[in-house]
């Protein structure tokens, strides 16, 4: 490997805060911006290895949450990591499994959050589970990811100014901790560690909360909370220094990654291209197409002309909605495909952008 | 095209009656024998037209009952045929939609057969449709399948005698009638139709339907009935000639097909490959597998170490365990082509043998 592990800025632009970057991992190099699509239980849903290969993708996500639940940390380290259990040979990163802990904590009283972690009971048994900053690093290193997450405790954009600042000591000392089961564990070399920023839709609270963890010192920051306020969103890019990674976690539509790119956003994570795939929203060089619309039941078009994936290269609209009418699991396979090789498309257009300007 | 459009006998064998064929249609060669998985609604569950070729079928089975309700088959006539609207150029076979509509009939009262056809409701919207030997033969034709089957009066093997006897005569009198609509189609030019001997279990009205079907004349004669009685099957394989196509239609296993070849049967369909994988039972050589059985689970050995497909080049046991436990699509898709593929390797043996007897 001729880089060192870790994020170095290749180019800035001139009419936007976005720049072209790479991130250098032990299983290769990730231009950013970059996405990453959900590989939740270690598989993209419906897509083979050889298929992530085909689409373009240079990284994956996977669900410590999901994963540590079935088929399980101990089973995943057992068949080599992750990487091997779902033959990516790929850049890989895991988040904590903080963000379904709290879920299943705020919408479903199923657990309660502590000094040191939370306390939980998964949705699938029952079963009681506890998660603090070390467990969550060290399941992280157990898949054997490339880019790690720090457990974090996330609240909504309008918390009271109270649990906001709660929520921004309990991250930096969370994010401590992590740090410290990251450098204690022999495993976390050539690891990338990313802690992420809370303070909701205070700014000042954003700025407190990137100094904190600063004075830690990671390889990489991520925006904490939904950033669904466009001057939080650009704020917070802009507090990260240049030199290091900014990862916009959750996000999202093509025009949502297009904008936080600007802002200097460099790693974007989301289940939207999949998911909509499956429910047979489909992106395409003329906006997005719903095949379930009866418009297209006798469509001999493509559903993209201009599109070379295997769905577009091959088949008719027409098929398409055929193949979701009759609940046939091709269809969202097609669609998945679809959908993900339009992002690699607007991911190479976004760098081609900010390349030329 | 070099062979005229029909069957030809290529090679006999010394120590059975299995034959090796050779079936050319305007799609291409099929040689047999062969095996023709269900593409039911226009797609074999889970695979695309590419992942046919990669698996190496010669023919697929498209099913009027099912196609007729869902797209319609004035859609599929519209998209120029099923091959187009499904993307494979390579030979297909139709079934005359007379078994699903009989099975609505007896186990559903959904209907009633008549002297010139059956009335029944579909099992989707309940409306009422009626099909005839003349709309059998329509309906196959306008889909654009290579080989047509007519319609026939199927009974239960050890039905009565005076029932035998008139489903004999029926499916006589249909077969005149689908000849008839054959010949005066001229869609039907470079077609192969084939008729199906009733008789259930009974050689005598096996023969006499034989007889009274061959003095229309037809390219092949296929097994009506379900074909438990090895007697049966391989007596009515020998009142076929040896110039014409010998369909056993609906088997079966991998011993079935073994079995039946050897009585000289040339074509087979059957749900069993892609219908098992879907429910995680593989077909290896070593046997078959059930993969939710729980020592599977850290297992890191392929499915089948002989075995080329995508599942077994490049995943573990243990993964296809975690993905049929997450009720990973992708499971039955991977235990789709491992079967088919095993199906594939099946055929190839038995005609390896037939050549070197």
New interface residues.
């Given amino acids: 490997m001729n880089n060192p592990i870790g994020f170095q800025v290749i180019k800035t632009n001139s009419s936007s805060n976005a720049r072209l970057g790479k991130i250098t991992t032990l299983h290769g190099e990730i231009n950013t911006p970059a996405f990453a699509p959900d590989a939740t239980?270690?598989?993209i849903?419906?897509?083979?290895?050889?298929d992530l290969n085909t689409i373009g993708l240079s990284i994956v996500l996977g669900n410590s949450y999901h994963l540590s639940l079935?088929?399980g940390v101990e089973?995943i380290k057992?068949?080599n990591g992750l990487h091997n259990?779902?033959?990516w040979d790929k850049p890989m990163i895991t988040d904590s499994g903080g963000y379904q802990v709290f879920s299943l904590v705020h919408a479903k009283k199923m657990g309660k959050v502590l000094e040191h972690g939370v306390e939980f009971r998964d949705h699938i048994t029952g079963s009681k589970h506890l998660i603090t900053p070390t467990t969550a690093i060290q399941n992280q290193l157990a898949l054997g990811s490339d880019i790690l997450v720090v457990l974090d405790y996330p609240v909504f954009p309008n918390t009271r100014s109270e649990d906001n600042e709660y929520s921004v000591a309990r991250t930096t000392q969370w994010a401590k901790e992590s740090k410290q089961a990251f450098l204690n564990d022999p495993r976390s070399k050539g690891k990338i560690l990313i802690a992420v920023i809370q303070g909701a839709n205070d700014l000042d609270l954003r700025k407190r909360s990137y100094e904190e963890l600063a004075e830690i010192g990671f390889d990489g920051y991520a925006f904490g909370g939904h950033p669904e306020n466009d001057k939080i969103a650009a704020y917070t890019a802009n507090i990260i220094p240049d030199e290091k990674l900014k990862y916009m976690m959750g996000a999202g539509p093509p025009d949502d990654i297009k904008k936080f790119a600007n802002m200097g956003w460099d790693l974007f994570d989301c289940v939207v291209p999949t998911r909509n795939a499956r429910h047979g929203l489909l992106y395409t060089s003329q906006g997005n197409l719903r095949i379930d619309n009866s418009q297209f039941?006798?469509d001999?078009t493509p559903i993209d002309e201009v599109c070379d994936c295997?769905l577009c290269i091959?088949?008719?609209r027409?098929?398409l909605?055929?193949?979701f009418?009759?609940k046939?699991?091709?269809a969202?396979?097609?669609a998945t495909i679809h959908n993900l090789t339009f992002y690699m498309k607007l991911m190479e257009e976004i760098k081609e952008k900010i390349k030329l300007d």
């Fill in positions: 239980y270690g598989v849903k419906h897509l083979s290895s050889n079935r088929p089973l057992d068949q259990f779902m033959k039941q006798t001999h295997e091959t088949y008719s027409s098929y909605y055929h193949l009418k009759v046939e699991p091709l969202a396979r097609l």
